[in-house]
T-cell receptor, first 114, second 109 residues
Framework: DTGVSQDPRHKITKRGQNVTFRCDPISEHNRLYWYRQTLGQGPEFLTY????????KSRLLSDRFSAERPKGSFSTLEIQRTEQGDSAMYLC????????????FGPGTRLTVT | GEDVEQSLFLSVREGDSSVINCTYT??????LYWYKQEPGAGLQLLTYIFSNMDMKQDQRLTVLLNKKDKHLSLRIADTQTGDSAIYFC?????????FGGGTRLMVKP
């Protein structure tokens, strides 16, 4: 299966700690997206990359959040000094340049901040 | 408004048809999407419709689009217990997808 993969699937951390999540997109997709989903809501856009360039960031992405895609393949999302409000499902998606809106999602990383 | 809107909940009996409705915002959207999310899982792209179409059928799924009213619906024929999930409609806005709040479909045996 060559779908989008994310690691870890679950993360429990204490408030104030840093966490990092990884996303591996579908290999031929050059666009990669991060979304956040809280309980009972639809996913909300955080940021996206085209190849290694981060081209757009949502106002939801505070300065404690940073995302990278150094070689245009996998991406990492780091949250520094986590807060309880960061508890959510973090979803990664990818799409090709031909069908940019046809986004395929990974299984998500569920973050719980205690 | 600026929100993509969906009703929260739908309950049907196994074998009946389900109709999930969505109101979107941008009449210039080229494609509109339906995703399915099972508990604890990511989103699965179910189907989509191009904006110049009124209807698209894909096995048990039928998508209807009313561009005048910005209304999108997903019909699931012969609903099965495995169809129990949350269904999201989504429209492209710039480089992102904007999602509705999701409709939880419960299928009773």
């Amino acid at each position: 299966d060559t779908g989008v993969s994310q690691d870890p699937r679950h993360k429990i951390t204490k408030r104030g700690q840093n966490v990092t999540f990884r996303c591996d997109p579908i290999s031929e997709h050059n666009r990669l997206y991060w979304y956040r989903q809280t309980l009972g809501q639809g996913p909300e856009f955080l940021t996206y990359f085209q190849n290694e360039a981060q081209l757009e960031k949502s106002r939801l992405l505070s300065d404690r959040f940073s995302a990278e895609r150094p070689k245009g393949s996998f991406s990492t999302l780091e949250i520094q000094r986590t807060e309880q409000g960061d508890s959510a499902m973090y979803l990664c998606a990818s799409s090709s340049e031909i069908s940019v809106d046809e986004q395929y999602f990974g299984p998500g990383t569920r973050l719980t901040v205690t | 408004g600026e929100d993509v809107e969906q009703s929260l909940f739908l309950s049907v009996r196994e074998g009946d048809s389900s109709v999930i409705n969505c109101t979107y915002t941008d009449s210039s959207s080229t494609y509109l999407y339906w995703y399915k999310q099972e508990p604890g899982a990511g989103l699965q792209l179910l189907t989509y419709i191009f904006s110049n179409m009124d209807m698209k059928q894909d096995q048990r799924l039928t998508v209807l689009l009313n561009k005048k009213d910005k209304h999108l619906s997903l019909r699931i024929a012969d609903t099965q217990t495995g169809d129990s999930a949350i269904y999201f409609c989504a429209e492209p806005r710039g480089n992102m997808l904007t999602f509705g709040g999701g409709t939880r479909l419960m299928v009773k045996p």
